[in-house]
């Protein structure tokens, strides 16, 4: 499972800066604050996005993808538990798939191997499978929130 420790410095940060959510790492040791799974796993507070080295690459893009899909009231506030329906989890899934092409010492298939690894749950069995045949409403969500644009790329914006 891909780390955050085995990406390239500011990896995480620099893809991240746009929607204005500040990466910040606590020791291997330590608690992560708001995290909603515990151990691990990655944490949110507000604009803030709590990571250890260890914590898996998939649980930190999945909780910067909630802090973006969250509108602007939710996301004010943020403390542990984004909540959200069932269109905007798929809409968070769907966009950690796309934000990992663009991160630095990641990619899809990898985001969606570890996906699968981790324990997300689709219709058709894998992260693959449900992101190339069955995720056309998370696609149309996004669209319609303007997080992603008609060539199927993040458009670095927050839901209003």
Known sequence: MLTVADLPAQALENLLKPYSLEVKTVPNSASIPGSFWGDSEAGLIKNELYVRPETPVHSALHEAC????LDSGRRNNLNTDAGGDYDEENAVCYLQIL????????NADTMMKDMDSWGYTFRLGSALAWFQNDAEDAQQWLLQEQLMNQD???????RT
């Open 66 to 69: 909630h802090y973006i899909c």
């Open 99 to 106: 934000l990992a092409t663009k991160l630095s010492g990641c």
């Open 152 to 158: 199927n790329l993040p458009t670095g914006q927050l």
